[in-house]
């Protein structure tokens, strides 16, 4: 826990606003951090419904450098990580990252909270940790005689989940609702979640013992899976150089808003993919399914998440309009982590990246794709 996390008192807590401003709760034993954000700029107007009004595409270009000039403050020579954490925030998706210790998985997830002016919980995951340390419980309250519902740290808009694989089955599960549907439901009570909403869930694969792997059910929930990497020998120059004093995350402030960020993703639902991109995705899905090196293919969830990805990405590059190039480039992070390898690939040494390639690299596109893809 660094300078700028603290608890909150989990009595005080409260529901309000289906979530967006829902106070969140902190338990000591559970390892609970709720971090703080200080007011950003409303640079997007409401229009009158508690909505955000249009943004320009300018204005997304503007916003989105923002914050991956934020996230390169302070995680040295991943551009390509950070621009894909950006991606699956417009997506609406949620994010796995996963890898060796010490490589900056949390460090990335807690910079893309604290670049953004929206309400963020941090989670540990331990082998103790309960469901209900995670969505919240209801409380019965002697004065009203009535159960009241005491938010848990899943009730904010980022939700960091550290070492999730520590956690058991169990306590994993608790997050397949919020995930899925953007709810929690207790007691037969369901409680929104507070949009934009967004998991991002760090584990370490190599490390084994004490741990309980993702089912596939919820490793499906997570758009995409980052593996980090080491940096380059320059990058970890400059990191010695200038991250030896002080917490990079010391001086980071918010530089979007909520509503931006709902604006943002807003824009990016509306980005159009033609039917060939359409149905280049579903024999990419389809492909994968009748490969005879995977035990199990891409599901629907995991074709309609790489339509999303595809639409934010192409956002990101400046188009209002999907290629198949966009789909190509996100399929090894959205669909790697959900493909599982019959044993024999696995024995010659196969993994699900270089059958994803190797699919891409036979699969046709559709003819005309590439210029039916900008046609309206």
Known sequence: ?????????????????????????????AGFTSLTQSPGNQAVASNGQGKPAGMTTDHFHQASNRILDVIGTVI??????ARLSLTVLLA??????????????TMLAKTLARAIDCSVSRIQFTPDLLPSDVTGVSVFNQSSQQFEFRPGPV???????????????KTQ?????????HQVTVDGNSYPLGEPFMVVATQNPIEMEGTYPLPEAQRDRFMA?????????????EMLETHQSISPLTN?????????VAAMINLVR??????????????????????AQLRLGASPRALLQLLRAAKAAAALAGRDFVLPDDVSAAAPAVLAHRLILDRKASSAGESPSSVIASILAKLPVAPGGQRAAARR
């Open 270 to 291: 509306d980005v159009y993919v033609a039917p060939p991109v359409k149905g280049y995705i579903v024999s990419l899905g389809r492909a994968t399914r009748e490969h």
């Open 92 to 105: 609406q998706g949620h994010l796995l990252l996963e890898d060796v210790p010490g490589v900056g998985k």
């Open 155 to 169: 009730f904010a808009n980022i939700v960091i989940g550290d070492e999730i694989n520590r956690a058991s089955a």
């Open 1 to 29: 826990m660094d300078s700028h996390d603290h608890a909150i008192d989990p009595g005080r807590a409260g529901v309000s606003g289906g979530g967006r401003n829902v106070a969140k709760t902190a338990n000591t034993r």
């Open 76 to 81: 040295d020579g991943k551009e390509e990580a």
């Open 173 to 181: 599960s608790s997050l397949l609702e919020c995930m899925e549907e």
């Open 225 to 237: 899976r980052i593996s980090m990497g080491y940096p380059d020998t320059e990058a970890e120059i």
């Open 252 to 260: 980071i402030r918010p530089v979007v808003s909520g509503d931006e």
